[in-house]
Structures are given as structure tokens and as C-alpha cells.
């Protein structure tokens, strides 16, 4: 059956179906004849020459194969096209994965894009990339953040499709699409100490460019390169046993990938877990052994007075800042109207010396009038 864009079927000599591939790809094998259309719908492979067996499997091959990228953070900038501050940075980490995935090194770089403070969406990009058209493609990364506990962040990636690597980027004149990475809009494949694998498919247009990029606002997120989903095939699960309960996801710039003063840091969900020793992370086969944390137990059930008094001086000060905004907003209001006055003032002032000039200047003329009269 077709898949993907992939509607010519592809037969052997005797007219057994091997695969199917794309109109433009069936052209092209035609074209070097390496096959020949039996329909519009349908081409055989070519059986001249020694080489059939192999061209053959090479063929299913090609039509097997999946086209990954990754991202290199090296090749990433701030979209010049979106005006505005862009929060980003670029640093090295001990790799996650280092010692578990045999690929992975010991280092990996990052890119780190957005912050928790309210500046406005940052966006990034690496640029325009030359794909072929017509082809199914994979981009892959390793995701840690991207979420806040208000529940109010931008976390996405976008893939633009464009015929010019030099066209105007403005959305109601391109082809592009949106992927939201939070809230688990879109599940990932793996889960490893607050890193998240997703593996987001994507099929090229008739356009001869594409662009990737992120948007963060309200809560940063960062991204390292990844490989093929077999690469992570005997990687273990390792989600967060608190992800129910917490408001946002594990990020990097908390030293324990929460804030240690919220009601959902760690010490406080292993206090509320009432376990002796903290919870035991549930392991394959573990959910009816004795002394595991039950992660099913409802949030009201594990509140306990703390922790409804760390959640209201939460509140209290984000009262605290939101008063502390209006005041600053005050304080500028009130700079503005000092400002208008002083201007005002100038400018009654410039007004009246053009008054006095004006009529020392009628005078004047005055003056000369009558004294030609005179004469």
C-alpha cells in the first residue's frame, strides 16, 4: 500500500510488488533505465545486464532507507527576519547519555534557547536546507525543559517550505507547520533522566528549501544532536516518577532539575511520599513490590500542610512581583507626564519668543513703510 506520498508500485519480473516509491523517484529509475513503466501507477524493474540481482536489492534498499537529520548548535542563530531580543546560548554538558548509548561521547554541546523571564519568544534557526523534493525525512534531538509551572510557555519547532533560500520568511506567504515539544502534544520516543528523544517525520513539498526552527518564550529548553531511534533501541526508560504531579519538566538550569523552594521540588514530593528512606525509581517489573512509591496516589492526598504553605507564599509572591510591576509602571507613567510637561513648557516658551519676534518684525516694517511715506 502507498505510503507517504509513495503512490508507484514497484514490481519485480514477475510481477511480485517489492515497494512502492515516488512518481519523481519512478521517473528517474525509468530515465536511467533501470526500469520501465508497466502504468502510470507502476513500473518494473529492468532485468538487462549482470547487475539486476544487485540493482535490485539496492533499489528496495534506497526505498527502505530513512532520512535522518540532526541539529549541529554551531550552525544555529537568531532569525534575522523576527525582530525582538533572542535569548539563546551555546555551552558544553557531560553527555547524558554518556556510558549508556555506546555512540553517545562524553560530551555533548547544547542549545540552549528562551528564558523564564517574560522577554518576548526567541526564535532560532540554522538556516535554509536543500532537501529533495517529494522525500519522507526525519529530523531527530534529545529535548530537556521547554516548560514552566504556569502552564503558559511556547515550546515549538517549525518547518518551513520554501522555493528560494532567499524568500521573504513571513507566514501567510510560506508553507510551514507547527510542532508543539510541550504538555506532550507530541510524545517522545525515549525518556532518560529529563531528556526527552523525539524523532518528528516530515514529508518535502514541490518547494526546493526547508528551514528549521525553535521558539521558546517563558521557560528555556534545550536541545542536543541525536541519532536514529536503533541507536537508542536498548535504552531503558527513565521518566521522572514525580512527572505526574509537577507542573513542568525536568530542566537543566535547576541544579536538580526543579526549584528547590517550590512545593513540587523533589525533597518536598519524597516528603509528601511518606516513605522512610525517600521513593524507590520504579524499575522494570517493580509495581507490586512492597516499599515502591505508589505513583498513582492523588495530588490532594499528598499535599500536606507544608506544602499548602510553600503554595501560598508562592502566590504571595507573585503578588509581590505583579505589584512590584505596577509600580514600575506607575513610576514610568509618571516620568512620561514629567516629561510632556517639561516638553509643553519648552515649548509655550519657543512659542512666545516667535511671538515677539513677529511683532518686533511688524514693527520694523512699520517703520520702514512710514519712513518711505515720509520721503
Not at 530513512?66 to 539563546?88: A, L, M, Q, S
Not at 558544553?92 to 547519555?97: F, G, R, T
Not at 527513565?238 to 509537577?246: I, V
Not at 512545593?263 to 516528603?271: D, G, M, P, Q, R
Amino acid at each position: 500500500m502507498e505510503k507517504n506520498g509513495q503512490t508507484v508500485r514497484v514490481v519485480d519480473e514477475q510481477g511480485t510488488v517489492i515497494g512502492y516509491t515516488y512518481p519523481k523517484r519512478a521517473k528517474g529509475l525509468v530515465k536511467s533505465c533501470r526500469a520501465a513503466f508497466v502504468t502510470d501507477q507502476e513500473i518494473r524493474l529492468c532485468t538487462k545486464g549482470p547487475t539486476y540481482e544487485y540493482m535490485e536489492d539496492n533499489e528496495m534498499d534506497e526505498l527502505k532507507k530513512t532520512n535522518y537529520i540532526t541539529i549541529n548548535p554551531r550552525e544555529w542563530f537568531p532569525c534575522p527576519d523576527i525582530k525582538g531580543t533572542h535569548v539563546w546560548d551555546r555551552f558544553a554538558i557531560s553527555h547524558p547519555l554518556a556510558g549508556v548509548a555506546a555512540s553517545a561521547p562524553s560530551m555533548a554541546e547544547v542549545l540552549s534557547v528562551g528564558t523564564f523571564d517574560w522577554k518576548g519568544p526567541s526564535h532560532m534557526t540554522n538556516g535554509c536546507l536543500q532537501l529533495e523534493q517529494g522525500q519522507e525525512y526525519h529530523l531527530v534531538f534529545w529535548l530537556n525543559g521547554g516548560e514552566n509551572d504556569r502552564s503558559d510557555e511556547t515550546c515549538m519547532l517549525q518547518i518551513f517550505s520554501v522555493a528560494d533560500e532567499n524568500s521573504d520568511f513571513a507566514m501567510e506567504y510560506v508553507d510551514y507547520m507547527n510542532y508543539r515539544l510541550n504538555r506532550n502534544y507530541i510524545k517522545p520516543l525515549k525518556k532518560y533522566r529529563g531528556w526527552e528523544y523525539y524523532d518528528i517525520p516530515f514529508t518535502t513539498s514541490e518547494a526546493t528549501y526547508v528551514q528549521f526552527r525553535f521558539v521558546a518564550e517563558k521557560a528555556p529548553m534545550a536541545i542536543i544532536a541525536a541519532e536514529g531511534p536503533e541507536a537508542y533501541a536498548d535504552l531503558a526508560d527513565m521518566p521522572d516518577p514525580f512527572e505526574d504531579r509537577r507542573p513542568q519538566r525536568h530542566n537543566i538550569f535547576f541544579q536538580d532539575g526543579w526549584p528547590t523552594d517550590k512545593w513540587y521540588s523533589t525533597a518536598n514530593l519524597t516528603h509528601a511520599a511518606s516513605i522512610p528512606n525517600g521513593p524507590t525509581p520504579p524499575q522494570p517489573g517493580d509495581s507490586n513490590r512492597p516499599g515502591v512509591l505508589n505513583l498513582e496516589m492523588p495530588l490532594s492526598m499528598s499535599m500536606d500542610s507544608d506544602q499548602w504553605e510553600d503554595r501560598l507564599d508562592d502566590f504571595e509572591d507573585r503578588m509581590d512581583d505583579f505589584e512590584d510591576q505596577a509600580d514600575t509602571f506607575e513610576e514610568q507613567m509618571e516620568a512620561f507626564g514629567e516629561q510632556m510637561e517639561n516638553r509643553m513648557e519648552a515649548f509655550s516658551s519657543r512659542m512666545e519668543e516667535l511671538g515677539r519676534r513677529m511683532e518686533a518684525m511688524a514693527t520694523e516694517i512699520e517703520k520702514r513703510v512710514n519712513s518711505m511715506l515720509g520721503q
